[in-house]
């Protein structure tokens, strides 16, 4: 279940009127309270001045309980040798670094005569090599990081929508209790 790390004790619930209609309509109420029958609802207008406003949540701080294990071998991939390891509940990417890149025509080959290919030519298609080489290496590691990211996004995604189905259930049980308040005991 999805909480800011920070806050841990349930909110008191502010309940509004029927579909459409403001919460600002409705009465701030302690959830148990409610439930329990242990306190009277206050009027409206007396509610909204003392109603204690709930800070918003800095989605950086909502703790997602799961499990995820990547592979291994997949982890060992998406790593720098000798740095540390790439963890893909805590690496965001930018928008820049997410972004496709666009398909670049290779250039035509122009063969050199041999008798041009001195130490010059050598010690430049060496350098060439190598900056190829740790361009493709590159772009293997950040594809590697971006697809075990993808799979952990993808099974936070599946275990967040499975809270909110149950959320609304718990939401529409709520809104029942509370019209058979309403029904016993008058409008709030």
Not at 24 to 47: D, F, I, N, W
Not at 90 to 114: D, G, T
Not at 160 to 185: D, I, N, P, T, W
Request: net charge positive; aromatic share 4%.
């Amino acid at each position: 279940m999805a909480r800011p790390v920070s806050d841990r004790t349930p909110a008191p619930l502010l309940l509004g009127g029927p579909a459409g209609t403001p919460p600002g309509g409705g009465a701030l109420l302690g959830l148990r309270s409610l439930l329990q029958g242990t306190s009277k609802p206050k009027e409206p207008a007396s509610c909204l001045t003392s109603r204690d406003t709930p800070s918003p949540v800095d989605p950086d701080t909502v703790e997602v309980l799961m499990t995820f294990e990547p592979d291994p071998a997949d982890l060992a991939l998406s790593s720098i040798p000798g740095h540390e390891t790439f963890d893909p509940r805590r690496h965001r990417f930018s928008e820049e670094e997410l972004k496709p890149q666009p398909i670049m025509k290779k250039a035509r080959k122009i063969q050199v005569p041999e008798e041009q290919k001195d130490e010059k030519y050598w010690s430049r298609r060496y350098k060439n090599n190598e900056a190829a080489k740790r361009s493709r290496d590159a772009r293997r590691l950040k594809e590697n990081q971006i697809s075990v990211r993808a799979a952990f996004l993808e099974k936070e995604n599946a275990l967040l929508r499975q809270e909110v189905v149950a959320v609304r259930q718990e939401l529409s049980h709520y809104r029942a209790v509370l019209s058979r308040y309403q029904a016993q005991h008058g409008a709030l």
